[in-house]
C-alpha cells in the first residue's frame, strides 16, 4: 500500500517537504528533479504536482516549511516569562543552536540569496510567518527599557539582523573560513567560546 492510501494527502504532502528540502537544500532548485522526490516517498510526480502545482510552487513551499518551523519553535520558548536579559541571550543561544544543527536551513536561505529572493517574494505567507520573531524581540526590547537595562533607540528588526548574521555566518561560511584562517567555527571544542561570544555581542549592543 503506498504511502498516500496509508496516511491521506496531508502524510503525503509532510513527506514529500521533507525529502523536497533535502533534495533542494543539496542540489538547488535548477539541480534538484521531481522525479527523485517522488521515488523517495514512493509517491508519484502526478501526486507531487496535483498538492504543489509545479517543482517551483514545491521549491516555494518548502522555503514556507523552513520558516514555519523555526519560528514555530521560537514561538515555544518561553521569552515572555524570562527577564529581557536572560530572554534575549535565550534567544541567541537558541539560533546558534538552531542554524548549526539545521543545515538544509542555512543552504535553502543562503541559494534564496543568490536567486536575489525572487522565489521567496512569490510567498506571500513568509512575511506573516517571519512577524513574531520581530514582535518577540522588540517586546524584550521594551521590557529591558522599562527596567532600565535596556538603551533606547534599539529597533527589533535590526537586533534579529544581529543574530542572524553572527549565527548564520558560522554555519554559511564555515568552509571558506576554515581555508583562509584554518579555523573551524564549527569546532567542538570552540563551540562554547563562540556561543558566548556571540550571546555577549548581541546583549552589549542593546546595554545601557
Known sequence: ????????????????????????ATRGLAGARVDAIAART??????????????????????????????????????????????????????????????????????????????????????????PVIDAIADILARGRRSGIFRDGVEAIDVHMVISALCFFRVANRHTFLKVFRRDLLSKSLRNQYKRIICDTVLRSVMR
Open 42 to 131: 514512493k509517491t508519484t510526480k502526478r501526486a507531487i504536482y496535483y498538492h504543489f502545482g509545479s517543482k517551483t510552487g514545491l521549491y516555494i513551499a518548502v522555503l514556507e516549511k523552513i520558516y514555519k518551523d523555526i519560528r514555530d519553535i521560537e514561538g515555544q520558548l518561553g521569552l515572555k516569562s524570562l527577564p529581557p536579559d536572560l530572554a534575549l541571550r535565550k534567544l541567541v543561544e537558541f539560533t546558534f543552536d538552531y542554524d548549526e544543527a539545521n543545515a538544509d536551513f542555512v543552504r535553502l536561505v543562503s541559494n534564496e540569496n543568490i536567486n536575489s529572493a525572487k522565489y521567496l517574494a512569490r510567498s506571500p505567507a513568509i512575511r506573516n510567518l517571519n512577524a
Open 1 to 24: 500500500m503506498s504511502k498516500t492510501r496509508r496516511g491521506g494527502p496531508e502524510a503525503t504532502k509532510a513527506d514529500v517537504l521533507r525529502i523536497a528540502q533535502d533534495e533542494f
